[in-house]
């Protein structure tokens, strides 16, 4: 959330969650700095079978992360380093190419994989994406990929996209003014999409040869928003 940063929402099982903990979920950590009930209230704490929305991680952790509280900062980051640095030696040992070109030698009769990185709106989103590419995957040509999460797109993704030789998928997502700076200059390939069904529509017809119609998108122009005023009780009007 753009205003709150990073959301997850937690279920409590045991203990009590409190504002103020440190919390460890998946390979992200942060103080909660804000406790939100499912009538969108602030609270003070959690008990078990509480669901609350929590502010304050450093970062998106993936659905289904248990998450702890730790008694310091130093004991959260001696955790989340030891689970990014696990991530990120999954992420190495990719041969560069476009994404065309790897769904492409499935005519060749050589199994590939492919590496690819993903952005969407929603963690929900993000794992429908992944679960439907790796149900895609042959006996010629899987889908390897490197890096999901929610968010935009950022100059990181950009960076690992250009190491690694992936193609960027965007759910939803666009990438930032500096994310799109590199990726013009290092010729990094971008794939934006609305609809997961033409998603995997698209790759399918790829990965069986077909080619399907071009499609080129053209940016009429930006904006960005500087104040959203109140119009009526629900209403919001973006300035």
């Known amino acids: 959330d753009k205003g709150c940063g990073p959301v997850a929402t937690a279920l409590v099982q045991r203990g009590t969650l409190k504002v103020g903990d440190i919390i460890v979920a998946g390979a992200e950590w942060g103080r909660v700095r804000a406790l939100l009930n499912d009538r969108g209230q602030n609270v003070d704490n959690a008990g078990p079978s509480v669901p609350v929305e929590v502010l304050g991680l450093n970062g998106t952790p993936d659905a289904g992360d248990t998450f702890v509280v730790v008694e310091n900062e130093a004991r959260a980051r001696e955790v989340t380093e030891y689970r990014q640095g696990l991530q990120r030696k999954a992420r190495v040992g990719v041969v560069r190419t476009s994404l065309d070109q790897m769904l492409s030698q499935l005519k060749e009769g050589e199994r590939h994989e492919v590496p690819i990185v993903i952005k969407g709106d929603v963690q929900g989103s993000v794992e429908a994406i992944v679960q439907a590419l790796d149900k895609l995957g042959t006996d010629e040509v899987k889908a390897r990929v490197l890096h999901a999460s929610v968010g935009g797109i950022t100059e990181s993704d950009v960076t690992l996209a250009q190491a690694s030789g992936a193609p960027i998928i965007g759910f939803n997502v666009r990438p930032n003014a500096k994310a799109r700076e590199l990726v013009k200059r290092d010729g990094v390939e971008m794939k934006y999409y609305?609809?997961?069904?033409?998603?995997?529509?698209?790759?399918?017809?790829?990965?069986?040869?077909?080619?399907?119609p071009e499609r080129i998108e053209h940016v009429v122009g930006r904006a960005a928003v500087k104040e959203v005023f109140r119009s009526g009780k629900k209403d919001k009007a973006a300035g």
Not at 194 to 212: C, P, W
């Open 194 to 212: 609305d609809v997961i069904y033409h998603l995997t529509e698209e790759i399918a017809k790829e990965m069986a040869g077909e080619l399907g």
